[in-house]
């Protein structure tokens, strides 16, 4: 089952990339709760569509999976994207990702946090690490990172 749940999650990030939001809406059960930082709560298959299709502020992109860890009937990822946004902007961030699967093998609670790798004109970047602190929790930090930069993400993307 770990190897299905796996390709469920990259699968997620393939339709995401390809603007795919049927797919995207087959990834979740049909009354999946997203939370995204500086959203509200989105609810079921037509506040997903909504945000796929017209709220979300990024154009296109990549989406790049570095740590994918599965626990029980969840899962976290780690990784990074870069892409352009609706604005024309580019953007550039580290994400952290967790899924909660539902029995028949679909997302029910995907959370996302991302963080943007800027800051404000003469602040230090910032980088996100994950460390694995129990088999079921991970914490994650946000540290300087002077090697990081990005610019043209909005905060309301994070």
Known sequence: MSEAKKAHIHRYYEVVDAADVEGVLDIFTPDATYRRPSYPDMVGA?????????????????HSVHTLVLEGDEGFVGGSFEGVLKNGDQASLEFADLFRFAPDGKVSFPRATSTPL??????????????????RRSSVSVDDAPSTTMTGMPQSCW
């Open 46 to 62: 037509d506040a997903l569509r909504a945000f796929y299709e017209g709220e979300r502020v990024i154009e296109s992109g990549r």
């Open 118 to 135: 800027w800051s404000e004109p003469g602040a230090r970047p910032r980088a996100l690490r994950v460390r694995a602190q129990t088999p």
